[in-house]
């Protein structure tokens, strides 16, 4: 593509950043070339709740982690992932059960 002709890419909005923008995806016009930084400056700048969204946000391309720096090409699909956290617990600590003594006989 010549600098400066637009193409379309898609954006996935995950958990938070969904409720954030009122949406699970949008396409999205761009001059090319362009960057993953670029796409996420559009969706702050121009989508309803996008400045809520994270300036430096963890994103994807086409399934792949990628910096902000990363490139984008016409038909992509770039995905914002918010941060995530879970999975087990923060153990409790314990104690072993109190020794009982025996009676005396």
Sequence with gaps: MRNG???TVRVR???RYAELVGREETALTVP???????VVR?????LPGGADI?????TAVNSRHVRLEASVQD????????PLAGG???PVATRPP????SPSR
């Design 5 to 7: 002709t637009p193409g």
């Design 13 to 15: 909005f995950f958990a």
């Design 32 to 38: 090319f070339p362009a960057t993953v930084g670029d």
């Design 42 to 46: 559009r969706i702050r700048a121009e």
């Design 54 to 58: 994270p300036e430096r946000p963890l």
């Design 75 to 82: 038909g992509d699909e770039v995905a914002l992932l918010p």
């Design 88 to 90: 087990c617990p923060a």
């Design 98 to 101: 109190a020794r009982r003594s």
